[in-house]
């Protein structure tokens, strides 16, 4: 049987170490490596090469609603290569489709260089731990080693419900149940329904979007079980208030107070270009407090921000002291830093003290 025509645009992704390949209509195809997009040496891209590279490959369900809907997503296997994420869509000039390389190997927290206080989430037994960032940032990276490594500590059994199931983890203390939207459950908030009652001690929601999904999340950690949970946030005090008006006003006091209860982390991360290639993670780390619930129920959030500095002796880092180090380490550049800080006025004062050269002011 003749591998699919995509499989050499994927095979060269992997040989070149891009992590994207991004196909479009009216475009050749593009690789994205270390961040930066790179055209591959190819014809632009017509409709009939779209429907020739991509219908093979797509479960016919998901081929006849992208063709109706106007977008789909699952996973993709090259055996022996790797895995891939596909994303289609419609566009302004016609069809187009992302495949992200999905690492077989499942990394762990030293070698993603995760600081060592996120361990403190792997001895955990309830509540709720958010990891939050843009699209693209590595939050199922990094959910995946800690997962990896609690399978390989402790005798649990974790049900993860994605879209598509991204890293596969196979039974070592613990054993894993992995469910997908699509072919294993028709939405988030039916499997996580569903999870409750498979006797889980910790449940990994890959996305809570929408209100139904972070209710039945809150009422999962309260029950006493261990949540994890993502949110595209670039902040943990931005995370909090997500979740907290998602709900009507009438019910958000009480949404604080839930979230005061059971919340125990926030991870919030970013991704940029490592000095030299590749990439390096900032991360912001918020741990549950006596203090934290009590800016929650009160609805100080804008206070989260000072107590990460005060937290820092319990391993709590401020996501612009993440991207200090990272320049102090001499791991990423000083524009980049003040390109992702949280506070840019500090960020450039503090890099003008190093003698950083940044652009002017515009």
């Not at 690492?103 to 260089?113: A, I, N, R, S």
């Not at 490594?149 to 992995?178: C, W, Y």
Request: with cysteine; charged share 25%; aromatic share 6%.
């Amino acid at each position: 049987m003749s591998a699919n025509r995509i499989d050499r645009f994927l095979k060269l992704m992997n040989d070149r170490g891009a992590s994207d390949l991004h196909l479009s209509v009216g475009r050749p195809p593009i690789f994205r490596l270390s961040g930066r997009m790179e055209p591959v040496r190819y014809r632009v891209l017509d409709d009939r090469d779209f429907e020739s590279f991509l219908k093979p490959i797509s479960p016919p369900h998901l081929w006849e609603s992208f063709v109706t809907d106007g977008d789909a997503d699952y996973a993709y296997e090259v055996p022996g290569l790797a895995r891939f994420r596909v994303n289609m869509f419609r566009q302004q000039r016609g069809m187009g489709a992302v495949f992200r390389i999905i690492p077989t190997k499942l990394m762990t927290v030293e070698q993603l260089g995760l600081p060592p206080s996120v361990k403190k989430l792997m001895t955990l037994d309830g509540g709720l731990v958010l990891v939050t960032g843009p699209t693209g940032s590595g939050k199922s990276t990094t959910l995946s080693a800690i997962i990896h490594e609690m399978n390989s500590t402790r005798a649990m059994h974790f049900v993860t419900i994605e879209d598509p199931i991204e890293f596969v983890h196979g039974n070592q203390k613990s054993l894993v149940s992995q469910r997908e939207i699509g072919p294993h459950s028709k939405s988030f908030t039916a499997a996580l329904r569903a999870a409750v009652r498979e006797d889980p001690d910790c449940i990994l929601v890959g996305e809570m979007r929408d209100l139904e999904t972070i209710e039945m999340a809150l009422k999962a950690a309260e029950t006493g079980l261990l949540v994890f949970g993502t949110l595209h946030t670039n902040s943990a005090s931005k995370t909090i208030d997500r979740i907290i008006n998602v709900f009507p006003t009438d019910q958000q006091e009480g949404v604080r107070g839930i979230l005061a209860g059971v919340i125990k982390g926030v991870l919030a991360q970013q991704l940029l270009r490592r000095k030299g290639g590749g990439r390096v993670a900032a991360l912001e780390i918020l741990f549950g407090t006596p203090a934290l619930s009590a800016l929650i129920r009160e609805g100080k959030t804008h206070q989260i921000a000072g107590m990460l500095s005060q937290g820092k002796s319990l391993g709590m880092i401020s996501m612009d002291d993440s991207l200090r180090g990272l320049v102090e380490k001499d791991a990423i550049e000083p524009h980049a830093a003040l390109e992702k800080a949280l506070d840019k006025d500090e960020m450039r004062k503090w890099l003008k003290e190093r003698g950083a050269a940044l652009p002017d002011e515009g």
